[in-house]
């Protein structure tokens, strides 16, 4: 965006005003949310139902406790990059599930 201003209008603007200006225009700096462009909602949602079902029935036959952790340190849908959207909505890469 800086860029773009500076060579369009001739204005050079530093990362924390730009920020501001666009915040007086209503929009923040955010994380879109992603999914992959080939999951199918009803085949994700019958596989959980299914899955957590069969687990559940082992759990309860053997008498044990489960407990979920994640020791990867890295989400699996982890990204980096920001975009520029409403104040209070989230931008959806992907296709939006359901």
Do not use: C
Not at 17 to 43: E, I
Not at 59 to 71: H, I, T
Not at 90 to 98: F, N, W
């Amino acid at each position: 965006m800086r860029t773009l201003i500076e060579r369009e209008l001739g204005a050079k603007l530093s990362k924390s005003w730009l920020g501001r200006l666009l915040g007086h225009f209503g929009l923040s700096a955010q994380r879109p949310v992603y999914w992959s462009y080939r999951q199918d909602p009803r085949k994700v949602g019958a596989y959980l139902a299914l899955a957590f079902l069969a687990v559940a029935a082992d759990v309860r036959k053997r008498g044990a406790e489960v407990y979920f952790a994640d020791n990867a340190f890295v989400r699996s849908d982890t990204h980096r990059g920001t975009t520029w959207g409403k104040i209070g909505e989230r931008d959806h890469a992907g296709v939006t599930p359901g």
